[in-house]
Structure formats: C-alpha cells, structure tokens
C-alpha cells in the first residue's frame, strides 16, 4: 500500500497509524507522488488526489465535502475519510475494505449537488422538523417563497420527498 501526502508530518502520521497493523505492507510514495500498479491501494491527500491519476483503488484523506466528477471518474475512489477527525482504527478498517474491492463512503457524484446557503438553511430546518410555515416565519420569507425553495432542494439533490431530501442531505455531508 502507498501513502502519497506532500505534508511530511500528516505522511507520517499516516504511515504510522496503517503500519500498527501487522496485516499492511505500507511505503510511503515517491517524492512526485507518482504510484505504480504494484499497489493494492493507496492514501491519498486531496491535494495528491487532484494532481494524479491512481492505477489502483485509492483512499482519500481530506477536509473537504467532496472531490470533482471528473476526478471521480478517473479514479477508482473507495473512500473519502475526515482529514480532521479520523482515527487510525478507521483508517485501517478502510484500508481493508478497499483492499478487498469494498467502496466505503463513495464521494459527492456531482458538483451540481451543492446547495447555495439559503437552501443548505431550508434543508437544516426541514431535519429539525419546522413545517413550511414554521420555516417562513424563522426565516422571514412568505411560505410560497420556501415551497419554491424546498422544490428546489429536492430537485437539486434527486430526492422524492422532504424526508428523502433529509435523508440525503446527511449523506453527502450538506447538512
């Protein structure tokens, strides 16, 4: 498994939490992050991510939502992991999976999935439970102004329904 980061101290901090598990063979890439098809997977940063194409799955290390479509579809993403928050038993785990051909938490598909912050506000009391009229009064806007907008969400991220807006919203991480 490679580990490609340009950030030496997050690199090794990396390789030092995959290389407690006696079951990973882990190198550290090349200096120009270059990886061959030698490996299983890699880890990769977003910044690796979006500089290189990868020959094997690859798990990505970042603080941000999502990664490009374009990126996506060229590169076989098994998961998208919290730079900020991940422990080295999720990293791990991950890494497993993603040796074993398993997609963990598949990234964001679309750039158009983004909701501008109005919206993104909607959809957050929409999870608290506030009905249309609760969510005009909150927001000072007149009730036929937010049905436009939850029609909107909806739309903009595929969903069915209300709940399914929810629903999806906490999945890709908008709400």
Same mark, same amino acid.
């Given at each position: 498994?490679?580990?490609?980061?340009?950030? @030496?101290?997050?690199?090794?901090?990396?390789?030092?939490?995959?290389?407690?598990?006696?079951?990973?063979?882990?190198?550290?890439?090349?200096?120009?992050?270059?990886?061959?098809? @030698?490996?299983?997977?890699?880890?990769?940063?977003?910044?690796?991510?979006?500089?290189?194409?990868?020959?094997?799955?690859?798990?990505?290390?970042?603080?941000?939502?999502?990664?490009?479509?374009?990126?996506?579809?060229?590169?076989?993403?098994? *998961?998208?992991?919290?730079?900020?928050?991940?422990?080295?038993?999720?990293?791990?785990?991950?890494?497993?999976?993603?040796?074993?051909?398993?997609?963990?938490?598949?990234?964001?598909?679309?750039?158009?999935?983004?909701?501008?912050?109005?919206?993104?506000?909607?959809?957050?009391?929409?999870?608290?439970?506030?009905?249309?009229?609760?969510?005009?009064?909150?927001?000072?806007?007149?009730?036929?102004?937010?049905?436009?907008?939850?029609?909107?969400?909806?739309?903009?991220?595929?969903?069915?329904?209300? *709940?399914?807006?929810?629903?999806?919203?906490?999945?890709?991480?908008?709400?």
């Amino acid at each position: 498994m490679a580990v490609v980061e340009a950030n @030496e101290v997050l690199r090794r901090g990396v390789v030092a939490c995959l290389a407690d598990d006696r079951g990973l063979d882990v190198t550290p890439a090349a200096p120009d992050g270059a990886v061959s098809q @030698e490996f299983d997977v890699a880890v990769v940063s977003s910044e690796a991510a979006a500089k290189h194409r990868f020959p094997c799955p690859i798990v990505v290390c970042s603080d941000e939502r999502g990664l490009s479509p374009s990126f996506a579809a060229e590169n076989e993403v098994a *998961a998208v992991l919290p730079r900020g928050s991940m422990t080295a038993a999720q990293l791990q785990a991950t890494v497993h999976a993603a040796v074993t051909g398993l997609t963990v938490n598949p990234p964001i598909e679309a750039a158009g999935e983004q909701l501008d912050p109005r919206s993104a506000s909607v959809l957050e009391l929409i999870a608290d439970g506030l009905s249309t009229r609760e969510i005009a009064d909150r927001l000072n806007y007149s009730e036929r102004t937010i049905k436009k907008l939850i029609s909107s969400v909806e739309q903009t991220l595929d969903a069915r329904n209300r *709940a399914h807006a929810v629903a999806l919203g906490i999945r890709r991480g908008v709400i």
